[in-house]
T-cell receptor, first 110, second 112 residues
Framework: GQQVMQIPQYQHVQEGEDFTTYCNSSTTLSNIQWYKQRPGGHPVFLIQLVKSGEVKKQKRLTFQFGEAKKNSSLHITATQTTDVGTYFCAGTGTASKLTFGTGTRLQVTL | SQTIHQWPATLVQPVGSPLSLECTVEGTSNPNLYWYRQAAGRGLQLLFYSVGIGQISSEVPQNLSASRPQDRQFILSSKKLLLSDSGFYLC???????????FGPGTRLLVL
């Protein structure tokens, strides 16, 4: 079945440093979504990308969908302590089913 | 606007006891409904999903079951809990197809 992996599993940065998480699918995706889960909370939808090579920005967050529509990345510029949490990508494959990635946990310290 | 409720928020149950977790959605009709489990510090494991009343698809064989007695109600059950059933149970709803999913606040279950 479809598998969606994310790397790294965990990253610890100093506030102000940049952060990137990468998402890779075993199959071509029709779209990719990103979610954020704060510690103790539930996943919250951030954004959806649909087009090959698409790039979207939300303030300090930049989301990219790969040209082959099998990978995606989330880049955070100048991290803040409010960015702490686990970031999940989720992709829709051929079965029109959304599969969540393994997640990347981000820790930010002052 | 749509809202999704889950209860209870936390639950401590002995091994071998039954389980019933409830999820309800407001403000939408005929949603797709999902049950996920998340072990501490881990990813989301899809347990069940439903595209309509009485329609349940199981993703992982286990001692849990799900039911959808009403359009906007989704129930997760077990007849006898195992230690390995401990975790954070999340209910989510979405539109038709693989659209964005909106998660409820979750239930933290500890089986002792």
């Amino acid at each position: 079945g479809q598998q969606v992996m994310q790397i790294p599993q965990y990253q610890h940065v100093q506030e102000g440093e940049d952060f990137t998480t990468y998402c890779n699918s075993s199959t071509t995706l029709s779209n990719i979504q990103w979610y954020k889960q704060r510690p103790g909370g539930h996943p919250v939808f951030l954004i959806q990308l649909v087009k090959s090579g698409e790039v979207k920005k939300q303030k300090r967050l930049t989301f990219q969908f790969g040209e082959a529509k099998k990978n995606s990345s989330l880049h955070i510029t100048a991290t803040q302590t409010t960015d702490v949490g686990t970031y999940f990508c989720a992709g829709t494959g051929t079965a029109s089913k959304l599969t969540f990635g393994t997640g990347t946990r981000l820790q930010v310290t002052l | 606007s749509q809202t999704i409720h889950q209860w209870p928020a936390t639950l401590v149950q002995p091994v071998g006891s039954p389980l019933s977790l409830e999820c309800t959605v407001e403000g939408t009709s005929n949603p797709n409904l999902y049950w996920y489990r998340q072990a501490a510090g881990r990813g989301l494991q899809l347990l069940f999903y439903s595209v309509g009343i009485g329609q349940i698809s199981s993703e992982v064989p286990q001692n849990l079951s799900a039911s959808r007695p009403q359009d906007r109600q989704f129930i997760l059950s077990s007849k006898k809990l195992l230690l390995s059933d401990s975790g954070f149970y999340l209910c989510a709803w979405g539109g038709p197809g693989a659209e964005t999913q909106y998660f409820g606040p979750g239930t933290r279950l500890l089986v002792l």
